[in-house]
């Protein structure tokens, strides 16, 4: 039973006990800052919202629980669903019972008229009128008797998931079905969910629209539907992106009288964020003076949305803060050569304990990442599109299970997943966009946990930086994460030896796969070749020395990973720093060092955004061949 407290902590706005008993079930005993404000005017006043809300901070629900609360009332309107032994009959009132034979009838001119009585069991539930040639053991050929009520879009397979998994969660008490349709799944087996008639389809763009071009039945009915909710998806509103999603907006809303009907919900952790244009649109302003090109306001981008879905007397909430990112979290930097990032990432990963996210901005990095920290055992785990979805949540499922865990992933991980306790937030390569940045940080710091965020840049990402300084209002540079220069020296020989052998094992592999081909191309040709026509990629003696070379390689890895990394009661230097750090552990948490760093060196927050520091051998050619302009200009 729900207590008292926690149920009037609910009830007061509006969220009926059916779903506060399931929600104090999981322990959520009272609503978030962005639920308290958005569940009011959602349930009560019935309006439209649009809501701003830092990364973890309960939006999932914000929206889940007036749409759950809605079908819930349609259903006490419309009819209510009883439970058969099957599972398959719905109780109907006379007037739907009478469209539907109205429906039927002008489906085929052919069909018998359906007999009036209608069958009656001893506890007098009516049941559904049998239709000729209709088996009920087959049920999966059975138009669907439920309507489609809500509509959830979201830009990635694993957020569609996880929202699934909150409402069914919050839904446990009712008799509300929730399917999802996501790319990378089996489309035949989500038409057979799409037939037994879900109240609400929680879907990506994509796999959505071709179903819907396919002429799904259940889908056919988007038009009707009474609630809308696009979530985390600003950025996808804009033009440009996402084709099928302004497809699918448009079937929406093609009848103009069920858009006055329907209750639209946008949420997002960057709605009010603005970006500056991109240099190829301000150079195209530049050269036209009577351009429309210009940087939109934040009140100008919910114009643009409220416009696009037709969003009718909406209730804005913001909840942000100006920087964009959660309060609880820790932001700092290393600035570093392209070729070191990869000794500051294995120096963190070894030095600093706790479950890991890495992100970078191309496939490429991912699994190159991948492959050499796997060699040097930190047992990292990929994450992108070019994935099958079954490896994609399996490896997300070991993500969460282990409490070191290292994911590696491009930024379909970066928008509103909740993995529990993530501790760090590492972008390997500086983000394009400053939404990125944000709802990447947001995969820490998630319900007033702490988190730290890193972001690895090295001279070329200097303007990407700067942009997304501008962007979320930062006049100053991120403070450096503290760095003991002195151990970068055993974690620059492991990871040199890892690239080595990396680099053995590819040629080994492009060697393979040439004789792969060349042995699959004489077997089509029907020809026999001897073996040594087979050496003509890399003769024998040259294979055998490389192997015997990666076979020593990998002893010698094997070597210093049995050595510790940190020895005991040793004490080094910050890098450009002169404070001394006792190591006398071998594991620190990274979020404590870096908050004593900003203790101890005030000067950190205070430091103006500024250029990356010049280090040895970092410069690009172009930047060498300006400088020695320089130089001869001055000695001229």
Same mark, same amino acid.
């Given at each position: ?8 902590? *609910? ?24 639920? !308290?404000?958005? &569940? ?162 929680? !879907? ?312 792969? *081909? &060349? ?7 029907? &020809? ?109």
């Amino acid at each position: 039973m729900v207590s008292t407290e926690h149920n009037e902590g *609910w009830s007061t706005l509006g969220v009926p006990s059916v779903i506060t008993e399931a929600l104090v079930e999981q322990n959520f005993y009272s609503p978030t800052a962005i639920q !308290a404000l958005a &569940l009011p005017p959602a349930i009560l006043g019935r309006r439209d919202i649009l809501g701003a809300a830092e990364t973890g901070s309960g939006k999932t629900l914000a929206f889940g629980i007036p749409v759950l609360n809605g079908i819930l009332e349609l259903q006490k309107k419309e009819g209510k669903t009883v439970q058969s032994t099957s599972g398959k009959f719905r109780e109907v009132n006379k007037d739907e019972e009478a469209a539907s034979d109205i429906s039927d009838n002008e489906g085929d001119e052919n069909d018998e008229p359906m007999p009036e009585e209608q069958s009656i069991d001893k506890n007098g539930i009516g049941l559904v009128k049998v239709v000729n040639n209709v088996k009920f053991d087959e049920f999966d050929n059975v138009k669907p008797t439920k309507p489609l009520y809500a509509l959830i879009l979201t830009p990635t397979r694993e957020l569609a998931i996880q929202i699934k998994d909150h409402l069914t969660k919050a839904a446990k008490y009712t008799d509300i079905k929730i399917a999802v349709v996501v790319g990378g799944m089996a489309a035949v087996k989500q038409e057979r969910i799409l037939s037994k008639g879900p109240e609400i389809v929680i !879907a990506t763009p994509g796999r959505l629209w071709e179903l819907i071009d396919e002429g799904n039945p259940h889908l056919s009915q988007l038009p009707s539907v009474k609630y809308l909710v696009i979530d985390e998806t600003d950025r996808m509103l804009e033009k440009g992106h996402f084709l099928e999603l302004h497809d699918i907006i448009e079937r929406i809303n093609s009848v103009e009288s069920k858009v006055k009907r329907r209750q639209t919900f946008v949420f997002s952790a960057t709605l009010t964020l603005v970006h500056d244009i991109p240099d190829y649109l301000q150079r195209k302003k530049i050269r036209n003076s009577k351009s429309k090109i210009f940087k939109l306001t934040p009140g100008q981008k919910l114009q643009k949305v409220i416009d696009m879905l037709k969003v009718k007397n909406p209730k804005i909430i913001d909840v942000t803060k100006d920087t964009g990112t959660a309060r609880n979290l820790t932001e700092c930097r290393i600035a570093c050569t392209i070729d070191h990032k990869d000794y500051y990432l294995y120096y963190f990963l070894k030095r600093h304990s706790g479950r890991t996210l890495v992100f970078c901005n191309s496939i490429g990095c991912v699994k190159r990442l991948a492959t050499l920290f796997g060699i040097l055992e930190c047992k990292p785990l990929p994450l992108h599109a070019s994935m099958p979805q079954r490896q994609r949540l399996k490896n997300l499922e070991r993500f969460q299970a282990d409490e070191n865990g290292l994911l590696i992933a491009t930024d379909v991980a970066a928008r509103g997943l909740d993995i529990p306790c993530i501790e760090h937030v590492i972008h390997y390569q500086v983000p394009r966009t400053s939404e990125s940045y944000v709802h990447r940080s947001g995969r820490t710091a998630r319900a007033q946990k702490e988190g730290i965020t890193v972001l690895m840049m090295e001279p070329t990402e200097k303007p990407y930086y700067s942009r997304l300084c501008k962007t979320l209002n930062r006049t100053e540079d991120l403070p450096t994460f503290p760095v003991v220069d002195r151990l970068l020296v055993a974690v620059k020989e492991r990871v040199n030896v890892a690239r080595e052998i990396d680099k053995l094992e590819l040629t080994c592999r492009r060697d393979n796969s040439q004789k792969g *081909w &060349l042995q699959k191309a004489a077997k089509d040709m029907d &020809l026999l070749l001897d073996d040594e026509e087979f050496e003509t990629t890399m003769e024998v003696k040259e294979m055998a020395d490389l192997k015997r070379k990666l076979k020593g390689k990998r002893a010698h890895l094997a070597s210093l990973l049995k050595k510790p990394l940190f020895p005991k009661n040793f004490s080094g230097k910050f890098l450009d720093t002169s404070l001394e750090l006792s190591l006398n552990q071998n594991s620190q948490k990274a979020i404590d060092v870096m908050k004593k760093a900003i203790d101890d060196y005030p000067k950190l927050k205070k430091k103006k955004l500024s250029v990356i520091p010049k280090t040895k051998n970092i410069a690009s050619k172009k930047q060498l061949g300006r400088e020695k302009k320089r130089r001869e200009k001055k000695l001229k």
